[in-house]
């Protein structure tokens, strides 16, 4: 991948990974990191950090307490994720309020954005010259919310040229195994470079790949993509469903399943002094 910036999000954090509880990291723009304050910074948290869970009708306590450590409880915009293609564009905490999706962008600098992942990939757009930022929620079936959440952008004015975008830490081609149909899928509906048949014939899968090329086409420049070469699955430092409860018996409900893995927050905020 020509020009694209690859990263680990261990080794380009910066906060102290031994004692920190989540991760930051900079954006790329034109090549060059955008470590300034005046540039807001990708987050995740780690697996050591508890569960980030969120659902409307549920109260976690651990995340409120983590959020509120940093300060951000007041300025905290959450949304239930339905692994949709679904983006709003907000201007206050209280705009996504009982709304379910897996997008969010904004030009409030006060604002900090939330979703969680865990085995999807998180991605983190900002445009530097119209202020827009934001993270998505992007799965195998929401591939492709990047180029809603760009479209969307444009009622801030934005310019998808402007654009950097991170792609964050998720279950990479090398344990991202899926069958036939939907390997098909990918091949009929996004790139051919982002399925990948094994020597045993197994199907792999690279969501990063899909995405490159998406943001590619859509004239996203080269050199203001990073992608985060960090595998959920294979990470015990990261929350990742197919590694903690997928393999858990099929006597357990898919949503016993989900409350047994550690869900991520992954948000975008600004760090000014």
Same mark, same amino acid.
């Given at each position: 991948?020509?020009?694209?910036?690859?990263?680990?999000?261990?080794?380009?954090?910066?906060?102290?990974?031994?004692?920190s509880?989540?991760?930051?990291?900079?954006?790329?723009?034109?090549?060059?990191p955008?470590?300034?304050?005046?540039?807001?910074?990708?987050?995740?948290?780690?697996?050591?950090?508890?569960?980030?869970r969120?659902?409307?009708?549920?109260?976690?306590?651990?995340?409120?307490?983590?959020?509120?450590?940093?300060?951000?409880?007041?300025?905290?915009?959450?949304?239930?994720?339905?692994?949709?293609?679904?983006?709003?564009v907000?201007?206050?905490?209280?705009?996504?309020?009982?709304?379910?999706?897996?997008?969010?962008?904004?030009?409030?600098?006060?604002?900090?954005?939330?979703?969680?992942?865990?085995?999807?990939m998180?991605?983190?757009?900002?445009?530097p010259v119209?202020?827009?930022?934001?993270?998505?929620?992007?799965?195998?079936?929401?591939?492709?919310?990047?180029?809603?959440?760009?479209?969307?952008a444009?009622?801030?004015?934005?310019?998808?040229?402007?654009?950097?975008?991170?792609? *964050?830490?998720?279950?990479?081609?090398?344990? +991202?195994? /899926? =069958?036939?149909?939907?390997? $098909?899928?990918? #091949?009929?509906? &996004?790139?051919?470079?982002?399925?990948?048949?094994?020597?045993?014939?197994?199907?792999?899968?690279?969501?990063a790949?899909a995405n490159?090329?998406?943001?590619?086409?859509? *004239?996203?420049?080269?050199?203001?993509?990073? +992608?985060? /070469? =960090?595998?959920?699955?294979? $990470?015990?430092? #990261?929350?990742? &469903?197919?590694?903690?409860?997928?393999?858990?018996p099929?006597?357990?409900?898919?949503?016993?399943?989900?409350?047994?893995f550690?869900?991520?927050?992954?948000?975008?905020?600004?760090?000014?002094?």
């Amino acid at each position: 991948m020509k020009d694209i910036y690859s990263f680990s999000v261990f080794s380009h954090c910066l906060s102290d990974i031994y004692n920190s509880k989540y991760l930051k990291f900079p954006f790329i723009y034109k090549g060059r990191p955008l470590t300034s304050a005046v540039h807001p910074l990708c987050c995740i948290t780690l697996k050591n950090a508890g569960s980030m869970r969120f659902r409307w009708n549920e109260v976690n306590e651990n995340r409120n307490r983590f959020f509120k450590l940093l300060n951000f409880d007041s300025c905290i915009v959450s949304l239930e994720l339905i692994h949709s293609r679904t983006v709003f564009v907000v201007s206050a905490v209280n705009d996504t309020v009982e709304k379910h999706g897996d997008g969010l962008i904004t030009v409030r600098r006060n604002l900090v954005p939330v979703i969680t992942v865990a085995d999807c990939m998180p991605i983190y757009i900002y445009d530097p010259v119209s202020g827009c930022f934001g993270v998505l929620h992007s799965g195998w079936r929401g591939t492709g919310i990047v180029l809603d959440a760009l479209f969307a952008a444009k009622d801030f004015g934005a310019e998808v040229t402007n654009f950097c975008v991170v792609l *964050g830490p998720h279950i990479q081609q090398c344990c +991202y195994v /899926v =069958d036939k149909e939907r390997g $098909d899928y990918f #091949l009929e509906n &996004f790139s051919p470079k982002c399925v990948i048949t094994a020597s045993d014939e197994t199907v792999h899968l690279s969501l990063a790949q899909a995405n490159i090329e998406l943001l590619l086409d859509a *004239g996203v420049p080269a050199e203001n993509i990073a +992608y985060a /070469v =960090d595998c959920t699955c294979c $990470d015990n430092r #990261l929350g990742s &469903f197919r590694r903690e409860a997928a393999w858990l018996p099929d006597t357990l409900s898919l949503s016993d399943k989900i409350k047994k893995f550690t869900a991520m927050a992954a948000f975008c905020a600004f760090f000014e002094k």
